[in-house]
């Protein structure tokens, strides 16, 4: 059994200028960057997921759009694998676990966007799954949202997340860790 990367929705609508602006997705993707480098520098097993908007009134991630596309920073190359999802959850109506078990893979580590969405949706159905994941936190980015009368900054929305997420459904790891952790 090995160790595999999975990569979710690091597509340009969520980058400056898109459509659906993420705080800090610049620095998410560059950490993601360090964390792909390292396991493509290793031969460790990498799979990249885009979501695509198919529902009406969708505003981004719509298919055959430059917004839709995974950012060049993080973008697949060679053979690594791209799974398309439609859902949060990058598991659901997929062929990522069949791909992840066909690789004979154990342990996951998670990065990208948005942390209180399908990071969070993805994160919980590995873990349901048999997976052990880890989650890049500082690889990983969100959004302002709001509920009631309250808006939820940014920050306090990934903290809240990585919080619930850290312990009982992964383990939440800086970049730097779990570089140092392949050695």
């Not at 993080?74 to 659901?92: C, G, M, T, W, Y």
């Not at 209180?116 to 989650?135: E, K, P, Q, S, W």
């Amino acid at each position: 059994m090995t160790s595999g990367l999975i990569l979710v929705d690091f597509q340009n609508d969520y980058f400056p200028g898109g459509s659906m602006e993420l705080v800090g997705m610049e620095d998410a993707a560059s950490n993601a960057h360090m964390i792909l480098s390292q396991y493509r520098k290793t031969h460790l097993p990498i799979f990249h997921v885009q979501h695509l908007a198919l529902r009406p009134g969708a505003t981004f991630f719509l298919p055959e759009t430059p917004g839709a596309e995974i950012n060049t920073l993080v973008a697949p190359i060679d053979k690594e694998p791209l799974i398309q999802k439609h859902f949060p959850n990058s598991f659901r109506e997929t062929q990522l676990e069949a791909t992840l078990r066909s690789s004979d893979i154990a342990d996951l580590v998670i990065c990208g966007a948005m942390s209180h969405m399908c990071i969070d949706a993805t994160t919980r159905a590995a873990f349901d799954l048999g997976f052990n994941c880890t989650v890049a936190g500082d690889a990983c980015a969100t959004r302002d949202l709001t509920f009631e009368d309250a808006t939820i900054a940014a920050p306090a929305v990934h903290a809240a997340f990585m919080a619930a997420l850290n312990g009982s459904y992964a383990g939440v790891a800086p970049t730097r860790d779990l570089i140092a952790a392949m050695g």
